[in-house]
Nanobody, 115 residues
Framework: QVQLVESGGGLVQPGGSLRLSCAAS????????MGWYRQAPGKQRELVALITSERNTNYADSVKGRFTISRDNTKNTVYLQMNSLKPEDTAVYYC?????????WGQGTQVTVSS
């Protein structure tokens, strides 16, 4: 069974940066896609960024130009570089992997943007 472990969350001031990591317990080269989602209090979970095995990417409009998703197959890790953070980016960020049609979620990491 695949396990995903997120890290890198924390408290940051508006305009600051964070890099989230999602480490998989197995090779990610067989994952058709990996993505970052977030859920703010009282809101539905939403897609933030997605990267396919071909390294095609997709971003939510709200983060385009500020966030960058990448994957390092040698480290079995997907990253989310978040720049120019805003208070509205505050949420729990989850990593999701899809392999052979099955989805696996991480436990989430809290990101809080506040002065």
């Amino acid at each position: 069974q695949v396990q995903l472990v997120e890290s890198g969350g924390g408290l940051v001031q508006p305009g600051g940066s964070l890099r989230l990591s999602c480490a998989a317990s197995t090779s990610i080269s067989s994952f058709s896609s990996m993505g970052w989602y977030r859920q703010a209090p009282g809101k539905q979970r939403e897609l933030v960024a997605l990267i396919t095995s071909e390294r095609n990417t997709n971003y939510a409009d709200s983060v385009k130009g500020r966030f960058t998703i990448s994957r390092d197959n040698t480290k079995n890790t997907v990253y989310l570089q978040m720049n120019s953070l805003k208070p509205e980016d505050t949420a729990v960020y989850y990593c999701k992997a899809v392999r052979f049609g099955l989805q696996t979620w991480g436990q989430g990491t809290q990101v809080t943007v506040s002065s």
